[in-house]
């Protein structure tokens, strides 16, 4: 004689046994209330945010960027001289209560240009940034999505744009295309955000074409397509949105670079030039000869804020890959 598997205990009681239908419902409605939020939090975007939040290094680095952004936005909340006023007699002036940074070989004031100069070498990495992004998940999405002859064309004119170095492409573009006094603002901005924008989307394409990849043959792609939703809809609603991870992360990295690259051009007398203002050209105004060790407040100040910019940016990256990335946590 077996036992019965699910056999009730005999000390439970009628009432306990049968317990009234609407109390049961009621219990699974407050159990699934409480569930609720759980599951909810539980999305990529908040275990990321949970995740950085945590981190020393994302404070740091967000407080950083938003000082220099604000630097960039609004100079005057941190200086109220002129960066072109220039009185020629104090030129190379040591650092002062009247001038903190001191004066460069033109009388001008090396704080206020300083501060100016944040401007355009965040708008440069902020644009290339951008910019490459676009063009890198456009060409990425096509390549990945369509696939045959189109992934094979675009892939090996990646591979070709891919195969120039940043930094020389950018020297033998810029030197092409001179700019000159006259040249306004934003066209010279604009030059030096094309020529990296050039040579900067392959890496952003290759990382898009590999998520597409990655993300076209899920079950949710094709109870879309099964659905009789157009290749457009599908691309826009339900591929590109879960294959932006990586190109976010990547791009907030390479904007630092982005930024390191228009001061070498700039120091190279290639990039940025009056009357725009930034810190690739105060390095390079302060590297002449026997100025380094005659006036280094020249070469130190722009130096140490061009890197801390470079490094928040770097780091903002870093700590936006380990929080999004799962492998990694």
Known sequence: MTERPNAEPENLTQPQIMQPQAEIDASAREVNLDLQPAISARSLGADAWEAMRRSPLFWISASLIVIFVLMAIFPALFTNKDPYDCPLELAREAPSPDAWFGKDLLGCDVYARTIYGARASILVGVLTAFVTAVIGVGIGTAGGYVGRWVDTLLSRTADVFFAIPLLLGGILIMFTFPSTAETPYMVVVFKVVIAMAILGWPNIFRLMRSS?????????VQAARALGGSPWRVVTSHVV???????????????GAYIATEATLSFLGIGLREPAISWGQAISDASGLGYIRAAPHMLIFPSV????TV??????GEVVRDAMDPKLR
């Not at 597409?212 to 949710?220: A, D, F, G, R, T």
């Not at 294959?243 to 791009?251: D, E, N, R, Y």
């Not at 490094?311 to 903002?316: E, K, P, Q």
Request: hydrophobic residues 60%; proline residues 9%; charged residues 5%.
């Open 212 to 220: 597409v990849i990655q993300v076209n043959p899920l079950e949710y």
């Open 305 to 308: 804020f061009l890197s801390l």
């Open 311 to 316: 490094l928040a940016f770097i780091m903002m």
């Open 241 to 255: 949105p879960n294959s932006m991870v990586p190109v976010i992360v990547v791009s907030t990295i390479d904007l």
